[in-house]
């Protein structure tokens, strides 16, 4: 018979994520509060809430956005989080930044709490000095852990032999409900294709790109649109951005949604439901060469066709399911002549969103979410 999770008590612990990051608070949390555990999270928040069932416990927030000062607040949180965790008496703490793996370990030594190591990427790519410290700091980490849960399969490898560790893809979690009845059609007379990139922006992520392509779309005269929904949290790349929509004059073509906030799950919805095409045109950062990443997932759900830079990984992905294309980076040009091909062919443009639709279903949570129950099953075995 396996271990009952009823009545099991779970922490979720993040000083660097949103407290409702999707895979945290929407996926994982909301599976294992359906799954009957008592769960919690404790994470960056502005006081101690209820949000939908699930009790969030507040860490003092940090106001500064990025660089040392800001990774320095957040390493002051650790008292806090671990009284936070130690009032809870949970039996897992489930960790979502490697940051927190030697607070794990001191909560593990004290108080035999179980530990899952929740690893969203690979952090080799965090700058030499950063990265090959985060790295040595997991190699440590899985000589103790209890188990290790990879969101990427391409990163499986990281994980050392022998250490327990179970792939969890970053797959959507959507009502049926929710997603139109059918995949998008052209645009009727007067209203405009619209292209979307939802996530969070900036130069790495073909921001510059994007508003390079507002340009090309303007001086085509084509009534296009390219929604920007995310918040751009690199305030130079936000000022570089706005002065070159300002010089090209596409402020009316490109619209930035959140911009400089997270924009809730309910407002990126309205935008998937009236866009066209998903966009992915980043730069080639050795951090996207083995990862699919999740907003292909959310293209995907939605029927998007999608337009994405030609990168290893990418590519056979694309080709795969026959729903979209690639262009070298930086390649506008390139991006404008396929765009209008799908544009002013509606045939071909209903063969890429039913294969895009098609493909969505499956890269569903619901197909994967049995393994973190499974995960926890075997923590308390042992």
Same mark, same amino acid.
């Given at each position: 018979?396996? =271990?009952?999770?009823?009545?099991?008590?779970?922490?979720?612990?993040?000083?660097?994520?949103?407290?409702?990051?999707?895979?945290?608070?929407?996926?994982?949390?909301?599976?294992?509060?359906?799954?009957?555990?008592?769960?919690?999270?404790?994470?960056?928040?502005?006081?101690?809430?209820?949000?939908?069932?699930? =009790?969030?416990? %507040?860490?003092?927030?940090?106001?500064?956005?990025?660089?040392?000062?800001?990774?320095?607040?957040?390493?002051?949180?650790?008292?806090?989080?671990?009284?936070?965790?130690?009032?809870?008496?949970?039996? !897992?703490?489930?960790?979502?930044?490697?940051?927190?793996?030697?607070?794990?370990?001191?909560?593990?030594?004290?108080?035999?709490?179980? +530990?899952?190591?929740?690893?969203?990427?690979?952090?080799?790519?965090?700058?030499?000095?950063?990265?090959?410290?985060?790295? %040595?700091?997991?190699?440590?980490?899985?000589?103790? +852990?209890?188990?290790?849960?990879?969101?990427?399969?391409?990163?499986?490898? !990281? +994980?050392?032999?022998? $250490?327990?560790?179970?792939?969890? =893809?970053?797959?959507?979690?959507?009502?049926?409900?929710?997603?139109? =009845?059918?995949?998008? $059609?052209?645009?009727?007379?007067?209203?405009?294709?619209?292209?979307?990139?939802?996530?969070?922006?900036?130069?790495?992520?073909?921001?510059? $790109?994007? !508003?390079?392509?507002?340009?090309?779309?303007?001086?085509?005269?084509?009534?296009?649109?390219?929604?920007?929904?995310?918040?751009?949290?690199?305030?130079?790349?936000?000022?570089?951005?706005?002065?070159?929509?300002?010089?090209?004059?596409?402020?009316?073509?490109?619209?930035?949604?959140?911009?400089?906030? !997270?924009?809730?799950?309910?407002?990126?919805?309205?935008?998937?439901?009236?866009?066209?095409?998903?966009?992915?045109?980043?730069?080639?950062?050795?951090?996207?060469?083995?990862?699919?990443?999740?907003?292909?997932?959310?293209?995907?759900?939605?029927?998007?066709?999608?337009?994405?830079?030609?990168?290893?990984?990418?590519?056979?992905?694309?080709?795969?399911?026959?729903?979209?294309?690639?262009?070298?980076?930086?390649?506008?040009?390139?991006?404008?002549?396929?765009?209008?091909?799908? %544009?002013?062919?509606?045939?071909?443009?209903?063969?890429?969103?039913?294969?895009?639709?098609?493909?969505?279903?499956?890269?569903?949570?619901?197909?994967?979410?049995?393994?973190?129950?499974?995960?926890?099953?075997?923590?308390?075995?042992?």
């Amino acid at each position: 018979m396996p =271990p009952s999770l009823e009545h099991v008590s779970v922490v979720h612990l993040t000083t660097v994520h949103h407290p409702y990051d999707p895979r945290i608070f929407y996926r994982e949390l909301a599976t294992l509060r359906e799954g009957g555990l008592d769960v919690h999270l404790v994470a960056q928040h502005e006081g101690d809430a209820v949000v939908e069932g699930v =009790p969030v416990h %507040a860490l003092a927030p940090v106001t500064a956005r990025h660089g040392w000062g800001h990774r320095l607040r957040r390493l002051a949180l650790q008292r806090q989080a671990a009284d936070r965790v130690r009032r809870i008496h949970p039996d !897992i703490i489930h960790i979502h930044d490697p940051e927190l793996i030697p607070l794990a370990f001191w909560l593990k030594q004290r108080t035999k709490v179980a +530990v899952v190591y929740d690893m969203h990427e690979d952090y080799r790519w965090h700058g030499d000095v950063a990265g090959r410290g985060l790295r %040595a700091v997991e190699r440590w980490c899985f000589r103790w +852990v209890d188990h290790v849960v990879v969101a990427n399969p391409g990163h499986r490898g !990281i +994980v050392s032999d022998g $250490t327990p560790a179970t792939v969890l =893809p970053n797959y959507t979690r959507l009502p049926d409900a929710l997603l139109a =009845p059918v995949p998008p $059609t052209l645009p009727g007379q007067g209203e405009p294709f619209r292209l979307i990139y939802a996530g969070f922006q900036g130069r790495s992520r073909g921001l510059m $790109t994007m !508003i390079e392509l507002a340009r090309a779309i303007r001086e085509a005269d084509l009534p296009w649109r390219i929604d920007l929904v995310g918040a751009c949290r690199i305030e130079s790349d936000r000022v570089e951005a706005e002065a070159l929509i300002q010089q090209y004059r596409v402020d009316t073509i490109v619209q930035r949604i959140g911009w400089d906030r !997270i924009v809730p799950w309910p407002t990126l919805l309205q935008h998937y439901r009236r866009a066209h095409v998903g966009l992915f045109l980043a730069m080639p950062h050795r951090a996207y060469f083995e990862t699919h990443p999740t907003k292909f997932f959310e293209y995907l759900r939605f029927g998007l066709p999608i337009l994405c830079t030609d990168l290893s990984a990418w590519r056979p992905f694309i080709s795969h399911h026959r729903c979209g294309a690639v262009v070298v980076h930086g390649d506008v040009r390139a991006a404008l002549q396929q765009l209008r091909q799908w %544009a002013s062919d509606a045939a071909r443009y209903q063969m890429l969103t039913g294969a895009a639709w098609r493909a969505g279903q499956h890269y569903r949570w619901e197909r994967v979410a049995p393994r973190l129950v499974q995960v926890y099953r075997d923590v308390l075995k042992h």
